[in-house]
T-cell receptor, first 109, second 114 residues
Framework: KQEVTQIPAALSVPEGENLVLNCSFTDSAIYNLQWFRQDPGKGLTSLLLIQSSQREQTSGRLNASLDKSSGRSTLYIAASQPGDSATYLCAVLEDDMRFGAGTRLTVKP | EPEVTQTPSHQVTQMGQEVILRCVPISNHLYFYWYRQILGQKVEFLVSFYNNEISEKSEIFDDQFSVERPDGSNFTLKIRSTKLEDSAMYFC????????????FGDGTRLSIL
């Protein structure tokens, strides 16, 4: 059974720092991996999707990598801003989508 | 940008009552999903729906749950006889392509069972 783990559970950084969020999964037979942002009381906003054949995807200040063989993905956020404060979730797609518990990010002004 | 919309945003229901949660997926999308998130826990897959039938369902999606696409725009989740443990946020999602495109989520319905 696929298990998705995210480390750290919470992270607090000063504005302007670059940071890395980690995601690991136990079964490498995935179709894709998706990173989401969730604001309190809100739905999930899709940030990046990496196909199983891809190694990375970039969108603005965000860069996500995928190492399928080792079961790992990272989300790199450059020059963090207070508006980046949210919970970041990763999810892998097999027969269904399995989510990690998320990393709660706080960026302090 | 097109959005997935869900109604109501908050539903309060007595235990044992039936509840219907409604979703309008993005119009050109073909795959539809329901997820739930119990407070403080992970987002959990419930069911996927394609071509007017269920394509996958989790062990959570037992006989008290059903889904329907009653017309060309709505996608509903019905819980027949609600239990206290059904209290959660329920999210609807859609995508045009199951494996190659991202899933887009609505803002959710908070279901509170009393």
């Amino acid at each position: 059974k696929q298990e998705v783990t995210q480390i750290p559970a919470a992270l607090s950084v000063p504005e302007g720092e670059n940071l890395v969020l980690n995601c690991s999964f136990t079964d490498s037979a995935i179709y894709n991996l998706q990173w989401f942002r969730q604001d309190p009381g809100k739905g999930l906003t899709s940030l990046l999707l990496i196909q199983s054949s891809q190694r990375e995807q970039t969108s603005g200040r965000l860069n996500a990598s995928l190492d399928k063989s080792s079961g790992r993905s990272t989300l790199y956020i450059a020059a963090s801003q207070p508006g980046d404060s949210a919970t970041y979730l990763c999810a892998v797609l097999e027969d269904d989508m399995r989510f990690g518990a998320g990393t709660r990010l706080t960026v302090k002004p | 940008e097109p959005e997935v919309t869900q109604t109501p945003s908050h539903q309060v229901t007595q235990m044992g009552q039936e509840v219907i949660l409604r979703c309008v997926p993005i119009s050109n999308h073909l795959y539809f999903y329901w997820y739930r998130q119990i407070l403080g826990q992970k987002v959990e897959f419930l069911v996927s729906f394609y071509n007017n039938e269920i394509s996958e369902k989790s062990e959570i999606f037992d006989d008290q749950f059903s889904v329907e696409r009653p017309d060309g725009s709505n996608f509903t989740l019905k819980i027949r006889s609600t239990k206290l443990e059904d209290s959660a946020m329920y999210f609807c999602a859609s995508t045009p392509d199951r494996n190659n495109q991202p899933q887009h989520f609505g803002d959710g319905t908070r279901l509170s069972i009393l």
